[in-house]
């Protein structure tokens, strides 16, 4: 994908997402009655910039748009007025510094639960049911009993809506004690419990590295067969250098024979770097080709590649797979604040327990994974995207809300403690918070950024 589309799409997102979170520091500060001095969207020089109001308040477009701030009138940053010292942030009550500082996550927690609103009051709500497909010999799931075709109805006694409610609830458990019951549906129709245990906490650990949860529990969500037929073939790859084109279907490769296009990718990805005969059909027509497979490195892996696609109706499932649900205004309300407040619960246990050592650092993303996610998401339609930015403002509110003393989280617990203790905290109290939190935040930054690259190579 073009580097210059992601970059696009990416700061469209920051961009919004920023302008949500400061907004609400600045509108809530404003009936607050402190006085704003400036509200930027970037750092650095002012590419545009107006001033309005009785305040005179500096509204900013700045040059370097990954980030934003709202700037109070505070005595500590110079001289106020005495006409104006009554609106200085240090001269208002603490619940009201409080009240401003905790208006930029929930403004982003607030979008997010209006942005997904309007999406299932427009949509509704399209569950895949959560079915069985392979199961692997001697696996977690198959000691614990579950079989392909079984539909997952239950966890932990909890009613399942889909497979999404399946993900979230493996990758919760897992990161936790390593136990969980699912209810299931057979496919001759009976009901039974499958209990899934990790006992090791080192494997549990390593379950909630990115794509590593059902591959370790050995199962995964059935999918509908797709032909081994190639849909469209990537210029300068090993299979159009050997003569294959779109259309050709694979028969057999090494006399292994192709009944399903998944079969063809676990037989190359298997075999990075050797020679392989393909035996196919076009137009009718059986021909076989000596072909190379290429070589890259995944995970830290070398699988291999022969840089072609499925056809383009590959994975599309059937009317009985789904579960579609219209919802009325009120519904699809109630529906987008559950979902926000799941999902940010979610995000806080994981990243404690990410603390504590039992969720892998290498879910930590840093800007160059979201700028491929809000490119990949922009490019696959307007829905995608909103969903990408209902997980990112989700994401900025809760992270927002930690006790890092440059965020706000941190800035909350420095009001509380004045509050408590009935005087501002010393400069060097204050100095060393900021000191703290910078380090914390280089260290956070700097492990989702190797993530990136990590990813990238």
Request: hydrophobic share 50%; no cysteine; charged share 20%.
């Amino acid at each position: 994908m073009n580097l210059l589309w992601q970059a696009l799409w990416f700061l469209i997102a920051v961009g919004l997402l920023v302008t949500v979170h400061e907004f609400g520091h600045y509108w809530v500060a404003r009936r607050l009655g402190f006085k704003v001095l400036r509200f930027s969207v970037g750092f650095g020089r002012p590419l545009l910039k107006h001033i309005g109001g009785a305040d005179r308040i500096e509204y900013v477009i700045a040059a370097l748009p990954l980030g934003g701030y709202v700037k109070l009138l505070d005595e500590r940053e110079g001289p106020v007025e005495p006409a104006d010292l009554p609106r200085a942030f240090t001269r208002r009550p603490h619940w009201q510094r409080i009240v401003v500082l905790l208006a930029g996550p929930a403004f982003n927690i607030l979008f997010a639960v209006l942005v997904l609103w309007g999406m299932l009051w427009m949509s509704g709500v399209t569950e895949v049911r959560p079915v069985v497909g392979d199961v692997t010999a001697g696996s977690v799931a198959e000691i614990a009993g579950l079989r392909s075709g079984d539909e997952i109805r239950t966890i932990n006694g909890a009613p399942v809506g889909g497979e999404k409610d399946v993900v979230f609830g493996l990758l919760d458990a897992m990161s936790s004690r390593g136990e969980i019951t699912l209810g299931v549906l057979g496919s001759s129709g009976e009901t039974r419990a499958a209990v899934l245990r990790v006992p090791d906490p080192t494997e549990r650990r390593r379950l909630t590295e990115p794509s590593e949860l059902f591959r370790g529990l050995g199962f995964s969500f059935w999918m509908p067969p797709v032909a081994p037929v190639l849909g469209k073939v990537l210029p300068g790859g090993p299979a159009v250098k050997a003569g294959l084109a779109a259309g050709d279907r694979i028969l057999a490769i090494d006399g292994v024979a192709m009944n399903d296009f998944r079969d063809l990718v676990a037989y190359i990805r298997a075999r990075p770097g050797a020679h392989v005969s393909i035996d196919f059909k076009r137009a009718g027509v059986a021909r076989s080709v000596q072909l190379q497979v290429g070589s890259d490195e995944v995970g830290g892996k070398r699988v291999g590649r022969i840089q072609v696609e499925p056809p383009p109706s590959a994975g599309k499932l059937p009317d009985r797979m789904l579960v579609h649900t219209d919802l009325s205004a009120s519904a699809a309300l109630a529906r987008a604040g559950e979902e926000a407040w799941s999902m940010t619960m979610l995000q806080a246990r994981l990243f404690a327990r990410m603390v504590e050592g039992r969720v892998s650092l290498k879910n930590l993303s840093g800007p160059l994974s979201i700028a491929e996610f809000a490119g990949e998401s922009a490019e696959a339609g307007v829905a995608t995207f909103l969903s990408f930015l209902v997980l990112i403002s989700l994401s900025l509110g809760f992270l927002n809300l930690l006790p890092i003393p440059i965020l706000d989280g941190g800035q909350i617990v420095f009001q509380v403690a004045e509050w408590l203790k009935g005087s501002p905290l010393s400069e060097r109290t204050q100095a060393f918070g900021q000191q703290v939190g910078i380090a914390l935040l280089i260290v956070l930054m700097g492990v989702a950024l190797y993530n990136d690259i990590a990813r990238q190579f």
